[in-house]
């Protein structure tokens, strides 16, 4: 164990979780269409459906939140927040949103002036993806090929491929390029981290060919302590200092607070300096989300998210939320489990396509490994593979994903270790059976982000 850090915190208030018993958690995946998503959630015992607004606040952000001012305009808490966030940043100009893509609505369309435009990212998280196609834009992912290497060891497995970022950009012509979105960490590859350097290399391809830089950021702060831990010259930078240098390589940053903000709502737009960008904002914020000091929360919220904020950049408690992660990636490895290793920042990657590989991708394999999961311990994680990906906008063929990955996301501050074993006790139970499992097929489909609404059944 201590090879892990042990939690820098103690528990003040506990939320009683029950395990239902097997048949019941068979019948009420199949009530769900075989859809986790679709499941209630007192149904489930331990919850790694997603990091997203699931984690624990601290008691300080308990009381922050006695504070809030609720004042339509001009509130307090806004200029509290604010204040935060130009000093994590480096940025003149912040607009809270309620979640993350509360902030990509506004923004996105304002970058994709015209039809067909690309935007261009590390990997698009699958919200961020459906509002540039919504904007009339066409996505295009970018990783690095050792992203896709899962069994070796690369420090920043989020990296862009810098060559085939070039090429990009001159096949498609620089003034047909929206942006270029860094997501980090880059949540689709595995929470993996982006180096500064390779944001530095993408930084100097954007300037050169004059195209904006978006920091699609819901994990900056765990994304700065992998380079302080990894990259060399920053370990005896502090997390701030790193995360500031990040900002001044972008001109906007989105976030989804509900991750690195610590709070169980929220989102954040800033802007470098841009002020006509800012202003359009401005504007579009308020029919979309609301008045630009509040941006769709509630002054509450915003006192929880400023003092999140701050405690997200506490190198014991990143180191905490990285080892829990590691932890659990550590036992699956140990009894053979494939997974993306290194771990990233929030979860765990399981590749399903090599546990079921009887299943073809558009039965989707991690769907099933994922399913069995929930019946044989009351765990939800979530697919990130061919089911996620969806359709060619186009063509409107199903998509195979690089990888079909099963996503055990891991909630800030909130399951222990004993959790974990848990976890990895019953998945290792799946992985034995795994060749066993049988393939899914829709009975609903909808057309866009499918995956949180869709029904299946079992395949033949
Ligand atoms: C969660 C997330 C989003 C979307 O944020 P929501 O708060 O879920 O709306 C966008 N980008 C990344 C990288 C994310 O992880």
Same mark, same amino acid.
């Given at each position: 164990?201590?090879?892990?850090? #042990?939690? &820098?915190?103690?528990?003040?208030?506990?939320?009683?979780?029950? +395990?239902?018993?097997?048949?019941?958690?068979?019948?009420?995946?199949?009530?769900? *269409?075989?859809?986790?998503?679709?499941?209630?959630?007192?149904?489930?015992?331990?919850?790694?459906?997603?990091?997203?607004?699931? *984690?624990?606040?601290?008691?300080?952000?308990?009381?922050?939140?006695?504070?809030?001012?609720?004042?339509?305009?001009?509130?307090?808490?806004?200029?509290?927040?604010?204040?935060?966030?130009?000093?994590?940043?480096?940025?003149?100009?912040?607009?809270?949103?309620?979640?993350?893509?509360?902030?990509?609505?506004?923004?996105?369309?304002?970058? #994709?002036?015209?039809?067909?435009?690309?935007?261009?990212?590390?990997?698009?998280?699958?919200?961020?993806?459906?509002?540039?196609?919504?904007?009339? *834009?066409?996505?295009?992912?970018?990783?690095?090929?050792?992203?896709?290497?899962?069994?070796?060891?690369?420090?920043?497995?989020?990296?862009?491929?810098?060559?085939?970022?070039?090429?990009?950009?001159?096949?498609?012509?620089?003034?047909?390029?929206?942006?270029?979105?860094?997501?980090?960490?880059?949540?689709?590859?595995?929470?993996?981290?982006?180096?500064?350097?390779?944001?530095?290399?993408?930084?100097?391809? $954007?300037?050169?060919?004059?195209?904006?830089?978006?920091?699609?950021?819901?994990?900056?702060?765990?994304?700065?302590?992998?380079?302080?831990?990894?990259?060399?010259?920053?370990?005896?930078?502090?997390?701030?200092?790193?995360?500031?240098?990040?900002?001044?390589?972008?001109?906007?940053?989105?976030?989804?607070?509900?991750?690195?903000?610590?709070?169980?709502?929220?989102?954040?737009?800033?802007?470098?300096?841009?002020?006509?960008?800012?202003?359009? $904002?401005?504007?579009?914020?308020?029919?979309?989300?609301?008045?630009?000091?509040?941006?769709?929360?509630?002054?509450?919220?915003?006192?929880?998210?400023?003092?999140?904020?701050?405690?997200?950049?506490?190198?014991?408690?990143?180191?905490?939320?990285?080892?829990?992660?590691?932890?659990?990636?550590?036992?699956?490895?140990?009894?053979?489990?494939?997974?993306?290793? &290194?771990?990233?920042?929030?979860?765990?990657?399981?590749?399903?396509?090599?546990?079921?590989?009887?299943?073809?991708?558009?039965?989707?394999? $991690?769907?099933?490994?994922?399913?069995?999961?929930?019946?044989?311990?009351?765990?939800?994680?979530?697919?990130?593979?061919?089911?996620?990906?969806?359709?060619?906008?186009?063509?409107?063929?199903?998509?195979?994903?690089?990888?079909?990955?099963?996503?055990?996301?891991?909630?800030?501050?909130?399951?222990?270790?004993?959790? +974990?074993?848990?976890?990895?006790?019953?998945?290792?139970?799946?992985?034995?059976?795994?060749?066993?499992?049988?393939?899914?097929?829709?009975?609903?489909?909808?057309?866009?982000?499918?995956?949180?609404?869709?029904?299946?059944?079992?395949?033949?």
């Amino acid at each position: 164990m201590s090879k892990y850090q #042990i939690p &820098p915190f103690k528990i003040k208030m506990v939320e009683p979780i029950k +395990l239902i018993t097997k048949q019941q958690r068979a019948n009420r995946l199949k009530e769900a *269409g075989y859809n986790p998503f679709k499941l209630k959630s007192e149904d489930v015992f331990i919850d790694l459906l997603t990091d997203s607004g699931t *984690g624990a606040m601290s008691h300080f952000q308990w009381s922050a939140m006695m504070q809030g001012d609720e004042a339509y305009a001009g509130s307090r808490s806004f200029f509290r927040l604010e204040k935060v966030v130009k000093n994590i940043t480096g940025y003149k100009y912040i607009l809270p949103a309620h979640q993350g893509r509360g902030a990509e609505q506004i923004i996105i369309p304002e970058l #994709i002036k015209r039809e067909g435009m690309y935007v261009i990212s590390n990997i698009h998280f699958d919200t961020t993806r459906a509002h540039v196609e919504i904007a009339g *834009g066409r996505a295009i992912d970018c990783a690095t090929k050792e992203c896709f290497d899962l069994d070796n060891y690369y420090p920043f497995k989020g990296n862009f491929d810098l060559d085939k970022l070039e090429e990009i950009i001159e096949e498609k012509k620089k003034e047909n390029v929206a942006a270029i979105i860094m997501t980090i960490t880059n949540n689709s590859a595995g929470g993996q981290p982006v180096s500064l350097e390779n944001m530095r290399a993408v930084n100097r391809i $954007a300037r050169k060919n004059d195209i904006p830089i978006v920091i699609d950021g819901a994990r900056y702060a765990e994304n700065s302590f992998f380079i302080k831990q990894r990259e060399k010259g920053y370990d005896s930078k502090s997390i701030r200092a790193i995360a500031l240098e990040t900002f001044a390589l972008a001109d906007i940053f989105l976030m989804s607070a509900k991750k690195d903000g610590l709070v169980n709502i929220g989102g954040l737009i800033a802007i470098k300096d841009d002020e006509e960008l800012f202003k359009k $904002a401005q504007i579009r914020i308020i029919p979309m989300e609301g008045f630009p000091t509040y941006g769709g929360l509630a002054g509450r919220d915003m006192e929880a998210l400023a003092v999140g904020l701050e405690e997200a950049l506490d190198e014991n408690y990143l180191k905490y939320r990285i080892d829990e992660v590691r932890y659990l990636g550590d036992l699956l490895k140990e009894a053979g489990v494939p997974i993306q290793y &290194p771990t990233g920042g929030h979860a765990v990657f399981v590749d399903c396509g090599r546990i079921a590989p009887q299943i073809p991708y558009d039965q989707f394999p $991690a769907q099933a490994v994922c399913n069995d999961l929930y019946v044989e311990g009351g765990i939800r994680g979530v697919e990130i593979g061919s089911l996620l990906l969806g359709r060619d906008p186009d063509t409107k063929e199903n998509l195979q994903a690089d990888k079909e990955f099963l996503r055990l996301t891991i909630p800030r501050r909130t399951y222990t270790f004993e959790h +974990l074993n848990y976890v990895a006790n019953c998945l290792i139970k799946v992985y034995k059976r795994g060749k066993k499992l049988k393939g899914l097929k829709f009975t609903y489909e909808s057309p866009i982000l499918r995956h949180f609404t869709a029904r299946f059944e079992p395949a033949e």
